[in-house]
C-alpha cells in the first residue's frame, strides 16, 4: 500500500489558474463554475463539496493526489466562488443538492464518492438522504465529512454568523469589507495553521466575486434550515451504515464552530462511529493539513475495500 502513503504536495495552481482550468454549465438558467480532473479507475468518481463562504478553490492542496485515483467533480455551489451570485435568491440546500445531481448526469455520473466540508456536508447530508429513501439518482459509494454541522445542536457560530443571519444581515451585507472578512475567517483556523495574507486574499475574492459579499446573510438560511431539517439529515448518518453506505468524519479539534463538541455529538448518534481526529487543526482541515486529510481518507476507502487496485 506505499503509493497510498500522502506524497509531499506539488505546487498547486494559483486562484487564476483554477478558475482558467474549469469549465462551466448552466443550472436553472445560472452560470455555475466547475472543476474537474482525472479519469478515474473502473470509472469512479469523486464529487467534491465545499463549505461556506468559499468555494471549490478549498480542495487545491489535495486535487492532484486525489487526481491520481478518482475523476474529481467539484463545483462552485450557487451564490459561491465563480459561480453566478443572484441578488434576490432565495438559497436552498435542496437546491443545491439539486446543482450537484444535475451537474453529475450531464457528466453522465450515476455512482459518487463523496468528500464534503462544512456547507458542503449539510449538502451531502441530503444527497444522501435522497439515496436512501430512493428519491435521489445518485448511487453513493461513500461518504466521508470534514468539519462541519452535522448536527445542529452542537454547531457553534461565529457572533458574525448569527448577526448577519439575523435581521441585522442585509446591512451588515452591505458594510462587509476585506478586513474584516479576513480577521473572523481568520479566527477559525488553529493558532498554528492560519492562512497567509495572500490566501485571506484569494478568500476575499472569492467572496467578492459578482458582489457576493452583499448576499452573506441569504446564504446563512442554511442555519435554519439544519434546524428545521434535523430529523432527515441526522436520520441519514444514521441510517447509512445500515444501507450500505460507510461514512467517516474526519474533524480538527480547535475549530471553534465544529470542533471537538461535533465530534463528541457524531460518536454519541451514528451507530458504530468512524471518525478521525486532527490535533491542532481548525475548521479547515483540507487547507490546514492536507497530508493527515489524504491519510484519512485513503484509511476510510481502504478500511471499505473501496481502494481498486
Known sequence: MAAMLSREPERT???????????????DGRR???????????????LLIHGFPTASFDWRLVWSELADR???????????GF?????????????QADLHETLCDLLAIDRVHVLAHDYGDTVAQELLARALDGTGPLKIQSVCFLNGGLFPEAHRALRIQKWMAGPLGPLLSRLAHERIFSTSFSAVFGPQTRPSREALHDCWRLVSQEGGHRIGHRLLAYLRERVQERERWVGALEQAAAHGIPIRFVNGLLDPVSGAPMLTRYRAVVPDADWIALEGIGHYPQLEDPAGVLRAYWGFLGRHDLLSE
Not at 13 to 27: H, K
Not at 38 to 46: M, P, T
Request: with cysteine.
Open 70 to 80: 478518482f475523476r474529481l467533480v467539484a463545483p462552485d455551489m450557487l451564490g459561491f
Open 32 to 46: 455555475v463554475f466547475c472543476a474537474g480532473e482525472g479519469q478515474g479507475r473502473a470509472g469512479e468518481a469523486l
Open 83 to 95: 459561480s453566478a451570485k443572484p441578488k434576490d435568491h432565495d438559497y436552498r440546500i435542496a437546491e
Open 13 to 27: 495552481m494559483t486562484l487564476d489558474e483554477w478558475r482558467a482550468a474549469g469549465g462551466q454549465f448552466r443550472f
